[in-house]
C-alpha cells in the first residue's frame, strides 16, 4: 500500500492540474497548499489501491503511471492525471468503495486529496472542486468513448479479415473462440451438405510460362467469377486451393434441399458459362471442372490447438472431389464440364435437369470401385 511522504510546497504539476480543469484555480491552491499535501509513494508493482478497498482519498499523479485493471488492463492514468475520483460515486451500502485495481508501473508520487479536505472549503470552494472532478469525469468519459470507436473500427476490420480467409459459419466459429480468449473448441457437428470442388483445366500448364504476378490477377478474377455465382446462390467458400475451389450448402431438412439444390446446379452451369466465356474472350487455354454431391457430412474445426482449420470431411466431400477430377467415364468418353452425383440429380426439379445427361455414367477409383455421376451435355 501506499506510504505517506512529508508535507511538500504546491508542484507545478498541480498547478497545471488546476489551471486545466478547474474555472478558478487561483482559488483552489490555498487548499492544495493546506492539509491535503501529502505525497504517497509506491514501488513499482505496489498496489495504490485493491478493488472492494474503502474509498477516503484520491490522488493526482506527480511521477510514474497508473495500470487500472480489473481482470486486465482497463486503462494506463499518467503524470498530471487524477485518479481514485470514480469512487467518491459509487457507494455501496452507505460505503465508497473502490471499483479496480489500481497498480503502480514504475515508482509512483502521488499527490493524495483526503476526503476529509472537502470539509475544510468554503462554499466557492467545494463547488469549484466538484466542477473539477466533473471535467476530469468528463473528459475520461470523452476518452472511454474515443477508445470504445477505435475498438470498434479495429474489431470490424478484424471481422473483414477473417472473413476473407474462412467462411460464413467459420467466421461464427472464430469469433466465438476469439471472444472465449482462443480458449474454446469448435465441436464438429453431422449435417447433410451439398458440396461443390472444381478445378481450373489446365491452368497449371498455362500458367508455367507467366509472371508470379500474372498468374496471381488470373486465378484472383477466374476465382471470383465462380465465388460469385456460389454466393448469389447461397453457397459458402470453404477453400481456395490454388487453380481449385471447394465450397457448400447445409440442406439440413426437405425445404432447403428442395430451395438450394437447384440455385447450386444453377450456379454451377452460371459458373462454367463464365470461365469458358472469360477463356474464349482472352484467348487462354483454360476450362473448368465442377463436381457435386449431396450428403451427409461431418463440419466443424479439423486444425490443431495452433490453428482453427473450419471444413467438412466425409465421404461426401470425397465423392464431390472424385467427380471433379475425373477426366473421362470407364467407357473412355470424355464428360461435361458439370458432374452431379445420381442422389443429387434425383431431387432436382425437371427443369434443372434439362442441361445434363439422363442416363448416369460411371467413373472408377483407385480402388476399381464405380461412382455414378450425371454429366453435362457439354461433354465431347
Not at 476473407?164 to 480468449?181: H, K, P, Y
Not at 427443369?351 to 467413373?363: H, K, V, W
Amino acid at each position: 500500500m501506499a506510504t505517506r511522504g512529508k508535507y511538500m510546497a504546491i508542484d507545478p504539476i498541480l498547478t497545471e492540474f488546476l489551471k486545466m480543469n478547474c474555472r478558478a484555480p487561483e482559488k483552489m491552491e490555498s487548499v492544495f497548499e493546506g492539509a491535503a499535501k501529502r505525497a504517497s509513494f509506491i514501488r513499482d508493482g505496489e498496489y495504490l489501491c485493491r478493488k472492494g478497498d474503502d474509498a477516503d482519498e484520491m490522488w493526482i499523479l506527480l511521477k510514474g503511471r497508473i495500470r487500472v485493471e480489473d481482470g486486465g488492463l482497463i486503462v494506463v492514468r499518467k503524470v498530471g492525471e487524477l485518479v481514485g475520483e470514480a469512487a467518491f460515486f459509487r457507494p455501496q451500502s452507505g460505503r465508497r468503495v473502490r471499483g479496480a485495481n489500481m497498480i503502480a508501473s514504475g515508482d509512483v508520487s502521488a499527490f493524495r486529496i483526503d476526503a476529509s479536505v472537502v470539509g475544510t472549503m468554503d462554499v466557492d470552494q467545494r463547488l469549484l472542486w466538484q466542477e473539477t472532478i466533473s471535467a476530469v469525469l468528463t473528459a475520461k468519459l470523452d476518452q472511454a468513448q474515443r477508445q470504445r470507436s477505435e475498438l470498434r473500427a479495429s474489431t470490424s476490420v478484424l471481422e473483414k479479415v477473417i472473413h476473407r480467409f474462412v467462411c460464413n459459419e467459420g467466421f461464427d466459429a472464430t469469433w466465438g473462440a476469439i471472444s472465449a480468449g482462443g480458449a474454446s473448441t469448435i465441436d464438429p457437428e453431422v449435417c447433410d451438405t451439398l458440396v461443390w470442388f472444381s478445378d481450373l483445366a489446365g491452368f497449371s500448364s498455362y500458367a508455367t510460362g507467366l509472371k508470379p504476378a500474372d498468374v496471381g490477377t488470373l486465378v484472383r478474377e477466374m476465382m471470383e467469377l465462380q465465388s460469385s455465382a456460389i454466393m448469389d446462390a447461397g453457397g459458402q467458400i470453404d477453400k481456395y486451393m490454388g487453380d481449385g475451389l471447394m465450397s457448400f450448402w447445409r440442406v439440413p431438412d426437405d425445404v432447403r434441399r428442395n430451395r438450394l439444390a437447384p440455385k447450386a446446379v444453377e450456379a454451377a452451369l452460371e459458373a462454367r458459362n463464365r470461365i469458358q466465356h472469360f477463356a474464349l474472350k482472352r484467348d487462354l487455354p483454360l476450362d473448368i471442372r465442377i463436381g457435386m454431391h449431396i450428403g451427409k457430412a461431418v463440419i466443424g474445426d479439423f486444425g490443431s490447438a495452433e490453428r482453427i482449420a473450419f471444413t467438412l470431411i466425409g465421404e461426401t466431400v470425397n465423392s464431390a472431389s472424385r467427380f471433379e477430377q475425373a477426366r473421362a467415364c470407364s467407357e473412355g468418353k470424355a464428360l461435361g464440364r458439370v458432374r452431379l452425383s445420381k442422389a443429387l440429380y434425383d431431387i432436382l426439379p425437371a427443369a434443372s435437369r434439362s442441361g445434363f445427361e439422363p442416363e448416369t455414367r460411371s467413373i472408377l477409383d483407385k480402388h476399381k470401385v464405380a461412382h455414378h455421376l450425371h454429366s453435362s451435355l457439354d461433354g465431347a
